[in-house]
């Protein structure tokens, strides 16, 4: 009881200190040599601490509350009930296994409780007066575990009665155990690639290979459409500068094809632009770290400022556009510049007659996937229906479409995880997997890197007779060229 009372007594210790250490939450905007050096500090680590994991996740869980604005929510989410689990109902994790981890609110909880008990009066008085055991090895574990199943589709805070972010909740989370060191390797080598790696990009493409790239995607275009397309570089003064998720550049040829079709289709051909000093949208740090998402955020910037374009324009991305759209006005200051998605400028140019198509295009029964990151907040919903009908002889609704989506399943950066991929296919993508069988569509679109990644082995995994394409793979088929 001894040991124990002295134990406590040093977490208490270790959660209460005032954090010094320049490896945690650095300040708002530091100059580039002083980011570099911080960044070895930060991720430049082999293996997850083995001990005193409690004692780091109290300093952490200390250094976030003191260094954000997390503490006011963690208040009011603290004075609330979370307990009454109809976000069960709505979660898809927990509709196949029915395991308490996958309860939204059970998660958000075992947050709430650690901040209960140690960084609020009333719970230290509580737990001195009843001597409550305090945080354990096993809680961090049940925790690591509990986090990183969530894909963060948020689809649960359509349920909630309260209106909690379980999955903010996740993100704080997992933002405390990545300030331990505690992330997946994964997301960890990617995010240190993108900010001080040689490429600057997450798929570690080099400069040259993005320009081969671009010049077989240019002769394809011209041997399909007879149209002189071009993938404009460097163009300072551009309307858009234009960042889809990198891993398009090796993987999704004829999205970034239909994109330049459309560009040049609308007549845009020469007001637009790729950059060459940053071409990747994607952002991990919504995934693990709001310090990793705030230093690539200031990196696109950075760049949309070095171009002096006028707006940015988001591939087909889910959470690449999210972050764009939601962070870029936050932490771009002065510097930052309107974000739109792709199929929104799809979309505009078509209702306004730029972007002519032809009907039924495409004869096959076709289904639309919204990406969470997307559609859950209701602000791409309408667009690419509008724009896939205008086309698209059979068009199907998927069960649950629109806001209430399902996740694909890979989700929270979890379809990078090569180490859960058994989890993704028979837990976290089941449900996504009956809702595509259902439809009995030939051709389901996902307009979002990872939802393409994660139905693609979903439709192989469970030998769903249909393909997977992007929006902008179709409208490559239906533009009418004058």
């Known amino acids: 009881m001894e040991q124990q009372a002295i134990k406590d ?12 250490s320049p490896q945690v939450l650095p300040a708002p905007a530091p100059k580039p040599a002083q980011i570099k050096k911080e960044l070895r500090a930060y991720y430049h680590i082999k293996d997850e601490p ?53 309860i939204p609110c059970y998660r958000t909880n075992m947050l709430l409780d650690i901040y209960k008990r ?29 986090l990183y199943r969530c894909t963060a589709c948020r689809r649960c805070t359509l349920e909630c009665p309260l209106g909690i972010d379980h999955a903010l909740m996740t993100h704080l989370g997992r ?34 290979a993005l320009i081969d790239t671009i010049e077989f995607l240019e002769g394809e275009l ?15 003064g551009a309307e858009y500068l234009f960042v889809p ?73 889910g959470h690449a556009s999210r972050t764009a759209k939601q962070f870029v006005p936050v932490f771009g200051g002065a510097l930052a510049r309107p974000v739109v998605n792709c199929m929104e400028f799809a979309y505009e140019m078509l209702k306004a007659g730029k972007l002519k198509l032809k009907k039924d295009a495409i004869e096959e029964k076709v289904t639309y996937h919204d990406p969470c990151n997307i559609a859950r907040s209701g602000w791409i919903v309408d667009q690419p229906r509008y724009i896939l009908k205008s086309f698209c002889k059979n068009y199907i609704e998927m069960s649950d479409g629109g806001r209430r989506n399902y996740c694909c399943g890979g989700g929270g950066g979890t379809v990078s995880i090569d180490e859960m991929h058994d989890f993704r296919m028979e837990v976290g993508g089941r449900v996504k997997a009956e809702q595509l069988k259902a439809t009995g569509a030939q051709i389901v679109v996902a307009p979002c890197a990872n939802c ?22 179709l409208l490559l088929k239906a533009i009418v060229w004058d």
């Open 50 to 102: 083995k001990s005193d994991r409690v004692a780091m996740f109290l300093t952490s869980f200390a250094a976030v509350l003191k260094y954000t604005g997390y503490k006011g929510l963690l208040d009011a989410y603290a004075r609330s009930s979370a307990k009454c689990a109809r976000c069960a109902n709505a979660c898809h994790l927990y509709q196949v296994t029915k395991d308490d981890r996958d």
């Open 452 to 473: 393409k990644k994660q139905i693609r082995e979903l439709i192989d995994h469970y030998k769903l007779d249909m393909e997977l394409v992007g929006l902008h793979d």
């Open 118 to 146: 140690y960084f609020t009066y009333g719970g230290k008085l509580k737990a001195t007066i009843l001597g409550d055991r305090g945080l354990t090895e096993d809680d961090i574990d049940d925790l690591k575990e509990s």
């Open 9 to 20: 007594q040093t977490i208490k210790n270790e959660a209460n200190r005032e954090i010094e």
């Open 175 to 208: 933002y405390i155990l990545g300030e331990m060191r505690i992330v997946p390797k994964a997301l960890r080598v990617s995010v240190i690639e993108q900010l001080e790696g040689q490429t600057r990009n997450t798929s570690a493409i080099p400069k040259p």
């Open 222 to 236: 011209k041997d399909n459409t007879g149209q002189d397309i071009k993938f404009p570089l460097d163009v300072e």
């Open 245 to 317: 998720a990198v891993s398009d550049f090796m993987m999704e040829a004829d999205t970034l094809m239909g994109n330049a079709a459309v560009m040049h289709a609308a007549g845009y051909a020469k007001k637009w632009t790729i950059g060459t000093k940053n071409y990747d949208g994607i952002n991990y740090g919504l995934f693990y770290s709001d310090w990793a998402l705030d230093h690539i955020i200031r990196q696109l910037v950075a760049e949309a400022e070095r171009l002096k374009v006028k707006k940015i324009m988001v591939g087909e991305c």
